[in-house]
């Protein structure tokens, strides 16, 4: 694949993974958001070190690369020095990753509909109200689960889950 789908909203940014230079034996948990990022990492994390007492430090040891939060330059050069066997996480389509040869790519997915009634319930958890004109508390007129039904994949108007990815 030579050309990759740029997948932008508030919260995320594809064209974060040009920084980062893939290796033959890394490897990269692609999901939707809510379809089992965390557990799958953590699987991940048991496997590559073989220590079931491993303290994974997801966001640290396995970077969301893909999120705007932290300085993309710093998230590229703590990947760089990492010596050992490397994991990411991105809630990024592969359409719209770099797609290495020998990498290993491990794709999650989970019945949409519980993805985002899941999603919907993790932003009343997160102390920021830009998610609340998204996924507003009360929605009589079901436009939040009509935009999961309708919304397109790339994210350009928001960061929402849509059923298509």
């Known amino acids: ?6 997948y932008l909203g508030p919260l995320t940014d594809s064209r974060r993974w040009d920084m980062v230079t893939i290796r033959s034996d890394d490897v990269i948990v692609v ?9 799958m990492q953590t699987i991940v994390a048991l ?4 220590d079931p007492d491993i303290e994974p430090e ?39 990753l770099p797609l290495h040869d020998k ?3 491990i794709c999650v997915f989970r019945h949409p509909l519980d993805a985002h009634f899941s999603f919907r319930s993790h932003v009343r958890n997160i102390p920021m109200s830009w998610f ?21 994949p790339e994210g350009f108007d928001t960061d929402a889950m849509p059923l298509v990815k």
């Open 1 to 6: 694949m030579t050309q990759r789908k740029l």
């Open 31 to 39: 999901t939707p958001p809510k379809s089992g990022t965390t557990w």
């Open 47 to 50: 496997l590559l070190s073989g």
């Open 58 to 96: 997801l966001s640290v040891k396995m970077p969301w690369v893909d999120i705007r939060i932290r300085e993309m330059a710093e998230v590229a050069a703590r990947l760089e020095a990492m010596p050992h066997r490397r994991s990411m996480k991105s809630h990024t389509p592969l359409d719209g």
């Open 103 to 105: 990498a290993q790519y």
């Open 132 to 152: 609340d004109h998204w996924y507003p508390e009360d929605d009589p007129d079901g436009v939040t689960f009509r935009r999961f039904l309708d919304g397109g």
